[in-house]
């Protein structure tokens, strides 16, 4: 059962990030020549119009094909024959309806279960916050310059500077903003350096406040990935640390198992929980300026609108050749990676 939800939840968010690139292109009077799901041979496709619709055979993946690698079609409808601007918006609508989904999911998940304030709730002895001062009912304001909106903020920051001597905090007491520095401290059993702190209470804001959390939140996802991102160039974590499909099935699987016994609620909520993580990670990825992906052909449309012509369309089309070869070899062996995991 888990990997029946795990390859629907995957396919949820990979049809939503396609119907970005579909409704901007139908907006645009873009001709879409086929919208499917999945990978590799047609199961099922019917015809609609000028588009066809298809399930391929394998759960992963998608595509909205405009004909935008034909660069010789300049006619009415085709993708090449827009301007710059609307072929910019076709290009980024999937990644945006990506965070938009991320975005309605988190509203669901506060709207259903409230979201972890950044309210200290204990103080650790022997930590830095204890020493300085800190007390519980404080609320952290910002964390080495960076503003706090949710306690993961405060996570996040802990984790993704491990290394750090020491850490500025802004916090707020009976109204009153106080600025102490508190040098984190890595006992026995800490996985990295802490601050003495523990809190994120949750609480149920009303309409508004869903709204506005439930965007703190996917700023949190933003950043988490982006963060993660630099580890990776970085080399602070290394190919064989990412997960591809087979590793998303499988952790979802694992999810659905534990959660299980707890209820259909526990088990939704985790999904959900997952589903943010996912589309959140899929809708940055895409952006990124590498060849292949939706970043990368923004990149070229961005030196066209500068340049006020075309990139030649065949030196254009070598990149991201080169690109998709690329982005092909690491996911066979993210997917290698994955099954060794399992064995």
């Not at 988190?106 to 972890?116: E, F, Q």
């Not at 590793?247 to 198992?257: L, P, R």
Request: aromatic residues 10%; negative net charge; glycine residues 12%.
């Amino acid at each position: 059962m888990g990997i029946i939800l795990a390859i629907l939840l995957f396919s949820a968010i990979v049809i939503f990030h396609e119907l970005g690139h579909f409704l901007l292109a139908k907006k645009n009077k873009i001709r879409v020549d086929e919208f499917s799901l999945g990978l590799g041979p047609t199961i099922f496709g019917k015809q609609f119009g000028e588009t066809k619709f298809s399930l391929k055979l394998l759960p992963f993946g998608g595509a909205c094909m405009m004909g935008e690698d034909d660069v010789d079609d300049m006619s009415e409808g085709s993708f090449n024959s827009k301007s710059v601007w609307a072929r910019m918006s076709v290009i980024v609508a999937g990644p945006v309806f990506n965070l938009i989904l991320a975005w309605i999911l988190c509203m669901i998940i506060i709207g259903w279960t409230g979201y972890r304030a950044p309210v200290v709730s204990n103080v650790t002895d022997g930590y830095s916050a204890q020493e300085e001062g800190i007390e519980p009912g404080d609320v952290i304001k910002k964390i080495g310059g960076k503003s706090v909106h949710i306690w993961n903020d405060i996570s996040l920051y802990n984790m993704m500077h491990a290394g750090t001597k020491s850490v500025e905090v802004e916090y707020e007491r009976d109204g009153k903003d106080y600025t102490v520095v508190l040098e984190p401290k890595q006992n026995e059993g800490d996985a990295f350096p802490l601050l003495g702190i523990t809190g994120g209470e949750m609480v149920r804001p009303g309409l508004f406040g869903t709204v506005r959390y439930g965007a703190y939140t996917v700023k949190y996802w933003i950043t988490y990935t982006v963060d993660s991102l630099k580890m990776l160039v970085g080399g602070k974590v290394g190919v064989k640390d990412l997960s591809g499909p087979v590793g998303i099935v499988s952790a979802v699987d694992n999810v659905y198992q534990e959660a299980a016994p707890a209820g259909m609620t526990v088990v939704i909520l985790n999904l959900l929980n997952i589903g943010v993580l996912l589309t959140a990670n899929l809708g940055v990825m895409n952006l990124l300026p590498l060849p292949a992906l939706d970043g990368g052909r923004l990149v070229f449309l961005i030196i066209e609108a500068v340049r006020g012509k075309r990139v030649p369309p065949e030196k254009e089309g070598m990149v991201h050749f080169a690109g998709f070869v690329l982005l092909m070899a690491l996911m066979v062996v993210i997917m290698f990676n994955d099954i060794l995991k399992l064995v």
